[in-house]
């Protein structure tokens, strides 16, 4: 197999599976309902039919909702059924398809016992509609040695989102700003929601002090940073901000979901020293800093 038809099959399988790394519940309750209900439905007619019901999950029909369907593979990695583009992989072990870190969380997942309980993973794979890699999120119970998953790609962040966040961010500074400049570099989950994060800058050592994605960054100097189109960015902003409680900027930066450099909007407030910088991945409006330059 080449490696471009290799790179293909593992990400036609990982569109419908998973890693094997729980998660909590991040995307709208109608995405979770629609992944979950339909796998409940197959779970069922499984129970009911046993290896019958592969033929049913395997094309299309009541087993498939747009972009959702229903997957199997058996404890030894082999494809049993796929009503979706991974059906070509019917009948092989697609264990080698995958790299060393998906190989361990597949293995990791092939390996639980059974349980009863319907679970969930999350990983991050090529959307071949978009052409771009994005967040996934899989439902999936292991029945014997058999294990059904469905899986769903995770809605990017908009800039409602980042709107929240910041506000969390701003309420939690203003409540106790130790602590939550702490929370966030530890990376804590209530202040990390797929590519939305907070970044807290000292306007008067002009450091970063907080980066809820980043870490490496923390202390280092913002005012001589450039943006990953080779823009400044620190000096700019800083300079934009003075005598500003809020503000707005775009400028181009690696959204982590993707690993790839994108426009990004980020939304500033100010609390006492802080600055608190928040934002979204996607289209770039006007830019305001560069509208006072005009």
Request: overall charge negative.
């Amino acid at each position: 197999m080449t490696p471009m038809k290799k790179w293909l099959a593992a990400g036609m399988l990982l569109s419908a599976l998973f890693c094997g790394v729980l998660v909590a519940a991040t995307t709208t309750k109608s995405d979770e309902e629609r992944a979950r209900a339909l796998l409940e439905r197959a779970v069922a007619y499984y129970q009911e039919e046993g290896e019958r019901a592969f033929a049913a999950f395997s094309r299309t029909g009541p087993f498939s909702e747009d972009d959702l369907y229903v997957f199997v593979v058996d404890r030894k990695g082999t494809m049993l059924a796929s009503g979706g583009p991974s059906r070509k992989l019917i009948g092989r072990d697609i264990s080698p398809l995958l790299d060393d870190q998906l190989q361990l969380g597949f293995e990791a997942v092939l390996a639980q016992p059974v349980t009863g309980q319907i679970q969930q993973g999350e990983y991050r794979w090529i959307n071949w509609r978009q052409g771009r890699v994005e967040r996934k999120k899989a439902f999936y119970q292991i029945l014997d040695e058999h294990i059904l998953a469905v899986g769903y790609y995770i809605p990017r962040s908009d800039p409602a989102d980042a709107q929240n966040m910041l506000e969390r961010v701003a309420a939690a500074l203003t409540d106790d700003a130790e602590q939550t400049i702490r929370q966030i570099n530890q990376l804590d989950a209530q202040f990390y929601q797929d590519d939305t994060y907070p970044v807290i800058i000292d306007s008067e050592t002009e450091r970063f002090v907080g980066h809820g994605y980043n870490r490496g960054l923390v202390g280092s100097r913002f005012d001589n940073v450039d943006d990953h189109a080779g823009e400044p960015l620190g000096a700019p902003l800083l300079e934009y901000m003075q005598g500003r409680d809020t503000g707005q900027f775009s400028y181009q930066w690696r959204n982590p979901a993707t690993q790839k450099v994108e426009p990004k909007t980020a939304l500033i407030q100010r609390v006492g020293r802080y600055l608190v910088l928040v934002g979204w991945y996607g289209e770039m409006p006007d830019n305001p800093m560069a509208k006072e330059k005009e």
